[in-house]
């Protein structure tokens, strides 16, 4: 089992965990911030699912009817992700307002508090998990599911907050009024969510780190040619499509402009874990005024 499966089925675990806690702190209070809180972790068990599912697609090799692989699959279920939440905000907001025209005292707030700290720690620790780990693995699908439950951190620790002062001053329409603003927050990471994975589905450029690197591997390895024109980039989950056109001179042997290509593609997959690299070679005349890299005199 990858490493990428392993903290997709370990979401799903830790959110089952949340909600049960969140659930009692709700029940125990009465309180409609904390249901609010409970509602959204149900949003996170559905979200870890749908990672879940997206993770093993993704990880399908390629096949006739997929030739360039199934990585996009993951932005699917970011988008996925971003809808629930979106839909977890509408149903808060909706109980938030039933609550302000009939606000309710706290039953239980000691205790119904520390269970929902308790749980919003968890959280917090699996949060850094999938946020650090999903980085270093590449993986839409966690980096988005990390954001949420990030975000669900925080909301909880100000509904927690929130709370506290609800029942210091005895001002029981402080509960409803925090319900909403949890909710408005929750709208600001599902649209957060959905924009990052619409631009991996538009097929967006790699970014200017990973471009440096490919600039970098193509001059250092690209000995005997001229220059790199029409350079193109996109992200599709784990992998970096790097396309160019390769002008070398015209006298070169098709072996020869083979080999400079060989070792092109070979220190860009060095620094950038699983490239694709396509290279169109062209001959001398072929050269533009303006190249993206200039790898030797003429």
Avoid at 77 to 94: S, T
Avoid at 151 to 160: N, P
Avoid at 185 to 203: E, K, P, R, T
Wanted: net charge neutral.
């Amino acid at each position: 089992m990858s490493a990428t499966l392993k903290l997709a089925l370990g979401s799903i675990v830790v959110g089952l965990l949340v909600l049960g806690l969140k659930t009692i702190a709700a029940a125990l209070t009465g309180s409609v911030a904390l249901f609010s809180d409970a509602l959204e972790s149900v949003v996170n068990v559905a979200t870890a699912i749908a990672a879940l599912i997206a993770v093993r697609v993704s990880a399908r090799p390629a096949d006739a009817t997929h030739p360039f692989g199934h990585h996009k699959a993951e932005y699917f279920a970011a988008v996925v992700e971003g809808a629930l939440i979106v839909l977890a905000a509408g149903l808060i907001l909706n109980e938030s307002a039933r609550s302000l025209l009939d606000p309710r005292t706290m039953d239980q707030p000691v205790t119904g508090l520390a269970i929902n700290a308790v749980a919003g720690v968890i959280n917090g620790v699996w949060a850094y998990v999938l946020l650090t780990r999903g980085k270093r693995l590449r993986s839409p699908a966690l980096v988005a599911d990390g954001r949420h439950l990030l975000t669900d951190v925080i909301t909880s620790f100000g509904v927690i907050v929130g709370l506290v002062l609800a029942v210091a001053t005895g001002w029981t329409i402080l509960d409803p009024i925090f319900a909403a603003i949890v909710a408005l927050n929750i709208l600001w990471s599902g649209w957060a969510v959905i924009q990052s994975s619409i631009n991996g589905l538009m097929d967006g450029a790699a970014p200017d780190d990973e471009l440096d690197l490919i600039r970098t591997a193509i001059q250092q390895a690209g000995e005997g040619a001229i220059e790199v024109h029409d350079l193109r980039t996109r992200r599709a989950g784990t992998a970096t499509f790097v396309e160019f056109h390769l002008v070398v001179p015209t006298e070169l042997t098709v072996k020869a402009a083979h080999e400079i290509c060989d070792r092109i593609e070979h220190a860009i997959g060095e620094r950038i874990e699983h490239a694709r690299v396509t290279i169109h070679v062209e001959p001398a005349h072929k050269s533009k005024r303006r190249p993206a890299l200039r790898l030797s005199k003429r």
